[in-house]
């Protein structure tokens, strides 16, 4: 059976990593069997989590581990979409991985003291104090570093969460009317937005690109359907701060 290997559950959401909760996502999604072994990116091949373990073989990457999936246990998610589909597909895919995400990740390592002190206290659970916050403090440094080689970490604020917001309203707008992110039919952009969703909307830090996205109530909807859905087990997603 597959290993799943990722961080701790927090904040009644699958993941508090918009990665791992994506790919626990797919998995469910694809009714793919799997168990979950809790662990830090320091153990991860390439020091990013998710990574899985299959038939011996240790995968890292959500994209390239769905891939894996899709040719090793089959494609029930995509094969239906028509090449526009799949193009609008990986179009959505990069806004929501390689854009909001870096946003909603400046909000929690970047922006306020009690935002930090949340995310930390979600990401590094598992650890002993006083390692949990010396190994905090090395990450923070570390994603610090990340975000500006993106360049997002150089802004001011506000032009951060005014990037987010952009992308939040066109997420709203693609997703009204409809029940998954390219119509009736779930496909695998589903568990990309609702990782990254998720913890936007269902993750107790505070920003004003989240309070813009709790007034969208096509985001909040299908965010509730998702979870209804894939992980009924984990209840309503407890919206607000
Ligand atoms: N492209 C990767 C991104 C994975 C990723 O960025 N994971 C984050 C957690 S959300 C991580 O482990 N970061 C630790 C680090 O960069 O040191 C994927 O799709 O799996």
């Given at each position: 059976?597959?290993?799943?290997?990722?961080?701790?559950?927090?904040?009644?959401?699958?993941?508090?990593?918009?990665?791992?909760?994506?790919?626990?996502?797919?998995?469910?999604?694809?009714g793919?069997?799997?168990?979950?072994?809790?662990?830090?990116?320091?153990?991860?091949p390439?020091?990013k989590?998710?990574?899985?373990?299959?038939?011996?073989?240790?995968?890292a990457?959500?994209?390239?581990i769905i891939c894996?999936?899709?040719?090793?246990?089959?494609?029930?998610?995509?094969?239906?979409?028509?090449?526009e589909?799949?193009?609008?597909?990986?179009?959505?895919?990069?806004?929501?991985?390689e854009?909001?995400?870096?946003?909603?990740?400046y909000?929690r390592?970047?922006y306020?003291?009690?935002n930090?002190?949340?995310?930390?206290?979600?990401?590094?659970?598992?650890?002993?104090?006083?390692l949990?916050?010396?190994?905090a403090?090395?990450?923070?440094?570390?994603?610090?570093g990340?975000?500006?080689?993106?360049?997002?970490?150089?802004?001011?604020?506000?032009?951060v969460?005014?990037?987010?917001r952009?992308?939040?309203a066109?997420?709203?707008?693609?997703?009204?009317?409809?029940?998954?992110?390219?119509?009736?039919?779930?496909?695998?952009?589903?568990?990309?937005?609702?990782?990254?969703?998720?913890?936007?909307?269902?993750?107790?830090?505070?920003?004003?690109?989240?309070?813009?996205?709790?007034?969208?109530?096509?985001?909040?909807?299908?965010?509730?359907?998702?979870?209804?859905?894939?992980?009924p087990?984990?209840?309503?997603p407890?919206?607000?701060?």
């Open positions: 059976m597959i290993t799943l290997h990722q961080f701790p559950r927090a904040w009644n959401i699958p993941n508090p990593s918009q990665f791992c909760a994506k790919l626990e996502t797919y998995l469910r999604m694809a793919i069997e799997y168990r979950i072994a809790e662990t830090l990116p320091i153990y991860a390439f020091g989590l998710p990574f899985i373990e299959d038939n011996g073989q240790k995968l990457d959500s994209r390239v894996y999936l899709q040719q090793h246990y089959g494609d029930s998610l995509d094969g239906h979409l028509s090449a589909k799949s193009a609008r597909s990986l179009a959505w895919q990069r806004l929501l991985e854009h909001l995400y870096w946003v909603c990740m909000s390592w970047q306020g003291a009690e930090w002190r949340i995310n930390k206290r979600a990401i590094f659970q598992g650890l002993p104090q006083p949990a916050d010396l190994v403090a090395r990450y923070r440094l570390r994603i610090k990340q975000m500006r080689g993106h360049g997002i970490g150089r802004l001011p604020a506000a032009q969460f005014e990037l987010g952009r992308d939040v066109a997420v709203s707008a693609a997703l009204h009317g409809k029940t998954f992110l390219l119509g009736d039919r779930p496909s695998s952009v589903d568990a990309s937005a609702y990782g990254v969703l998720i913890n936007l909307l269902a993750c107790p830090v505070t920003s004003p690109v989240k309070d813009y996205a709790l007034t969208q109530s096509a985001l909040v909807d299908y965010c509730r359907r998702m979870q209804f859905r894939y992980f087990e984990l209840g309503e407890q919206f607000g701060a």
